[in-house]
T-cell receptor, first 116, second 120 residues
Framework: KNQVEQSPQSLIILEGKNCTLQ??????????LRWYKQDTGRGPVSLTI?????NTKSNGRYTATLDADTKQSSLHITASQLSDSASYIC???????????????FGTGTLLAVQP | GAVVSQHPSWVICKSGTSVKIECRSL??????MFWYRQFPKQSLMLMAT?????????EQGVEKDKFLINHASLTLSTLTVTSAHPEDSSFYIC????????????????FGAGTRLSVL
């Protein structure tokens, strides 16, 4: 079972509409949770990063929430644009991994398609 | 912001040949670099962690003799896929971190744009 699960797998919305993507994780303890946007054939680009003590973080039209008690996070996209079409990946930094840098556990992503 | 450059972005090679992929941190010194592989419609899977001046640490199931990693400087790491076969065709992505000592700074990984490898 994947330690980071995302839903839905894919989503189609009309331009201008809002949407919310979900992430459930079992990684514990964790250092931080991030949301990345990955365009097809490109590397991931960071949208937000939250430590376990933060509940919400915004970056423009993107707002991420975190509930460390229920181990859930969401990414809300407001007033969607065609350029928002991409895969959105939830990533949890695993504190159990040794070394100077935590290991990142990636979700399988939600593929978002914004249609005109 | 921190920029990680990956080259080439796309490579096609014949089966049995070796391919080298470069990952450079352009405006910061990367004490640690990571190499990931991503198959279609799957999440990124960590292949190995590379620290400057030392041997890379490979994840379970990744053949170290097949995927040679060199991190000779604080701004460059290379991944060489030796004797590539069609099953090695994938999207390879590197990331780099400054490895800072503060809680959040040490965890920020900056990703390259990826390299699409197609082995014929």
């Amino acid at each position: 079972k994947n330690q980071v699960e995302q839903s839905p797998q894919s989503l189609i919305i009309l331009e201008g509409k809002n949407c919310t993507l979900q992430c459930n994780y079992t990684v514990s303890p964790f250092s931080n949770l991030r949301w990345y946007k990955q365009d097809t054939g490109r590397g991931p680009v960071s949208l937000t990063i939250m430590t376990f003590s933060e509940n919400t973080k915004s970056n423009g039209r993107y707002t991420a929430t975190l509930d460390a008690d229920t181990k859930q996070s969401s990414l809300h996209i407001t007033a969607s644009q065609l350029s928002d079409s991409a895969s959105y990946i939830c990533v949890v930094a695993d504190m159990n991994y040794g070394g100077a840098t935590n290991k990142l556990i990636f979700g399988t992503g939600t593929l978002l398609a914004v249609q005109p | 912001g921190a920029v990680v450059s990956q080259h080439p972005s796309w490579v096609i090679c014949k089966s049995g040949t070796s391919v080298k992929i470069e990952c450079r941190s352009l405006d910061f010194q990367a004490t640690t670099m990571f190499w990931y592989r991503q198959f279609p419609k799957q999440s990124l899977m960590l292949m190995a962690t590379s620290n400057e001046g030392s041997k890379a640490t490979y994840e379970q199931g990744v053949e170290k003799d097949k995927f040679l990693i060199n991190h000779a400087s604080l701004t460059l790491s290379t991944l060489t896929v030796t004797s590539a076969h069609p099953e090695d065709s994938s999207f390879y992505i590197c990331s780099a971190t400054t490895g800072g000592t503060s809680g959040r700074a040490k965890n920020i990984q900056y990703f390259g744009a990826g390299t699409r490898l197609s082995v014929l």
